[in-house]
């Protein structure tokens, strides 16, 4: 199979994923969470290796590590949970920070135009904490989009190649 072909099949999967991701934007949070979880595993027994085994026992590290391991540890083992919990957790971060900033700003006597942002992202915070299906949904549908939009560039990209490589320099 010549590379033009390939090019166009592998845009054709990215287009046929994102549209997976569109229809079923649950599953890939889920799917995102899980992969997550697993990272968090292996980041933290590594972690732990290194300190243990390592010249850099750190019990702050050692602890830090373990705490990363056992959540690790329950976001892969009830994933449909961390589903539930990580756009309140995200809503709430999203709320404080904002009104942290905005409270700061304020003390300062920092212009009204700077507080937009603060601002957006505490009203992001309590949309994500008051109905936490809508970053669920909105996380697979961006993700989708992106990679249908992906898999037609590569696709019209693969036509255009072989135009650029037949350009000929005059000396």
């Keep these: 199979m010549n590379k033009n072909k390939m090019t166009i099949l592998f845009g054709i999967i990215l287009i046929i994923i994102g549209l997976v991701f569109v ?13 997550v979880g697993i990272t ?12 243990v085994f ?6 702050y590290f050692i602890t830090s590590s373990i705490i990363g391991l056992i959540f690790g ?5 009830n994933t449909d949970g961390a589903v539930k919990i990580v756009p309140i957790l995200l809503g ?22 700077l ?26 549908i961006f993700i989708g989009v992106l990679l249908m939009l992906s898999g037609v560039n590569v696709i019209t990209n693969s036509k255009n190649e072989e135009i650029v490589y037949k350009v000929r320099v005059k000396k």
């Design 92 to 113: 709430l971060w999203l709320f404080i920070s904002g009104l942290s900033t905005t409270l700061l700003m304020y003390k300062t006597g920092s212009r009204l135009s």
């Design 23 to 35: 229809i079923s934007p649950k599953g890939v949070f889920e799917s995102i969470v899980l992969f």
């Design 73 to 77: 540890i329950i976001l892969v083992s």
């Design 54 to 59: 390592g010249k850099n026992y750190s019990s």
């Design 40 to 51: 968090v595993i292996v980041y933290s027994v590594c972690s732990i290796l290194v300190s």
């Design 115 to 140: 507080m937009t942002s603060p601002i957006t992202r505490m009203i992001l915070g309590l949309i994500c904490f008051m109905t936490p299906v809508i970053p669920i949904a909105f996380v697979g």
